[in-house]
């Protein structure tokens, strides 16, 4: 079992933000929500809260972040468990610091970029958080 972290960050418009997997990485090229790994100990917040420093380079505050749902994914060689979080309050702009490719997109566009396995099944829960940017029900 490997948990991993994930955060949609929501810009004042209504987009979120998918980072591109960078060559070199297990499953590169493909578009996933920011986030990472926890390390021995740490809570799945201070885990996403570093991992958005070092990976996009802004600075979350632990309020700042709600938990909106889980993907549980089983690929071939482990289980991925993933809370995604959702942000909408930050300090700094997002800039890819490990050569991976950013891009806010209009939540009714997630589906056109290519993910992996476990990130394509959080986009309908986005999209309902959302839908008073998609066009839906308020």
Request: charged share 20%.
């Amino acid at each position: 079992m490997v948990l991993v972290v994930a955060c949609a960050l929501i810009d004042p418009d209504g987009r979120v933000l998918l980072a591109q997997r960078p060559e070199g990485k297990a499953l590169a090229g493909l578009w996933e929500f920011p986030g990472g790994k926890l390390e021995a100990g740490e809570r799945p917040e201070d885990a996403l809260i570093r991992e958005l420093a070092e990976e996009i380079g802004i600075v979350v505050k632990p309020a700042c972040l709600a938990p909106l749902t889980f993907a549980s994914h089983a690929y071939d060689d482990f289980h991925l468990l993933m809370p995604l979080y959702v942000c909408r309050r930050w300090q700094g702009e997002a800039v890819g610091r490990e050569g991976q490719a950013l891009a806010w997109v209009r939540p009714q566009k997630l589906r056109d970029y290519p993910m992996p396995p476990a990130d394509g099944p959080l986009i309908p829960h986005l999209l309902d958080l959302l839908s008073p940017f998609t066009g839906g029900p308020v």
